[in-house]
């Protein structure tokens, strides 16, 4: 006898004896069983290979275990001890109730590979041939879930899915799509009947973002257990002729506007979508105008009032990646080889994506000597 379940079973004890008429009445029902009673008799000559004995005692002929067989609570039984973890007996998808064993009990993959492990559960489900099987009437047989790649990509639908296997269970499939391995969204279920072998398991997403990379995989839901196929990706066609969104530069302010030397100055803006944020940092210098052009002039040099201009000389730049939404970044006191020395200052904050360009925000700060902090 091979891949039998035998769990909670126990002798029960003699009818009362018959009473009046010729014929007798008859016999009252037996008495449950002890916990020390039997529920298996085992003849001699009889053997049990991988299959699994709990809640009961065996009588009769005790042989010797077989490849694979489990004993739990159960006395006189063969079998290597552990506790199968069985479930009550149930549908699980068979012509018959079967009572599954728990992943990571003793039954699992308690079969070596062999003989044993040939032919098919109460179920009528392959057992795992050419490698370890599970003991008892039932195999552990999670569907098997593989995600395919996505086809019919337009700019805001695609086609994805897989291939579902329910090993003969009824099973479902559902696809999770998202923008990040989290998914976040999933498809209605698809269903595969009974008996069915390995099948397409697909479905249409839309209402996607065009130009986006989004992920996804297929989940399968058997009567014994939940199985996930890989993360694929895909990125959705770019809208012909759109043009990106101009990202914009908002709210920028200064804290503080005066600082003394060797200290950063901390600016605060608002972006209106992810981009890279560029500050450039100039210091502002007297200049003396020469027709169009602005001239620098020495130090303590006197510039009639009409003639005087002001440039600005680059100090630094800062770039930093930002999402949208408010953005805090800071200005040292050192950028690369350049310090702010003491003196008057404008920054030039500029924001780009997707090959397009802000309008430049501009703020001034102050620099103050050191001996001036007071």
């Not at 009818?15 to 449950?32: D, R, S, T």
């Not at 489900?125 to 395919?148: F, Q």
């Not at 897989?162 to 099973?171: F, I, N, S, Y």
């Amino acid at each position: 006898m091979a891949h039998l379940t035998i769990a909670g079973n126990g002798a029960g004890g003699p009818g009362a004896a018959a009473a009046g008429g010729a014929a007798g009445a008859p016999g009252a029902a037996g008495a449950p069983g002890s916990g020390a009673s039997a529920g298996l008799l085992l003849a001699p000559g009889a053997s049990l290979t991988a299959s699994v004995a709990s809640g009961n005692g065996c009588a009769g002929a005790a042989p010797a275990a077989g490849p694979g067989d489990v004993a739990h609570a159960a006395p006189g039984c063969p079998g290597a001890a552990g506790d199968p973890g069985l479930a009550p007996l149930a549908d699980t998808g068979g012509p018959v109730p079967t009572m599954r064993p728990s992943a990571g009990g003793a039954a699992a993959d308690a079969v070596p590979a062999g003989p044993a492990c040939a032919g098919a559960d109460a179920r009528g489900v392959a057992l795992a041939a050419g490698a370890p099987c599970d003991a008892g009437a039932h195999e552990l047989a999670p569907p098997l879930v593989v995600t395919g790649g996505a086809t019919e990509i337009s700019a805001t639908a695609a086609r994805v899915g897989g291939t579902v296997d329910g090993r003969g269970l009824a099973t479902t499939y559902r696809i999770e799509i998202g923008a990040t391995p989290a998914y976040g969204t999933a498809t209605g279920e698809g269903a595969l009947p009974p008996g069915a072998g390995p099948a397409a398991a697909t479905a249409i997403v839309a209402n996607l973002r065009p130009g986006t990379l989004y992920h996804y995989r297929v989940v399968a839901t058997g009567p014994d257990g939940v199985a996930t196929g890989e993360d694929r990706t895909f990125t959705t066609a770019a809208v012909a002729g759109r043009v990106a969104a101009r990202p914009r530069v908002q709210g920028l302010t200064l804290r503080p506007r005066r600082v003394v030397a060797g200290r950063p100055v901390t600016l605060g803006l608002r972006l209106s979508l992810r981009a890279s944020v560029r500050v450039i940092v100039e210091r502002r210098v007297a200049g003396r105008r020469a027709g169009r052009r602005c001239l620098a002039v020495r130090p303590g040099a006197g510039v009639p009032r009409r003639a005087r201009c002001i440039l600005h000389r680059r100090v630094g730049v800062v770039t930093r990646r930002a999402a949208a939404g408010r953005v805090t970044l800071r200005v040292p006191a050192r950028i690369g080889r350049a310090r702010l020395a003491p003196g008057a200052y404008r920054v030039s904050v500029t924001a780009a994506s997707a090959g397009r360009r802000s309008p430049a925000a501009r703020a001034t700060f102050t620099v103050l000597p050191r001996a001036r902090a007071r």
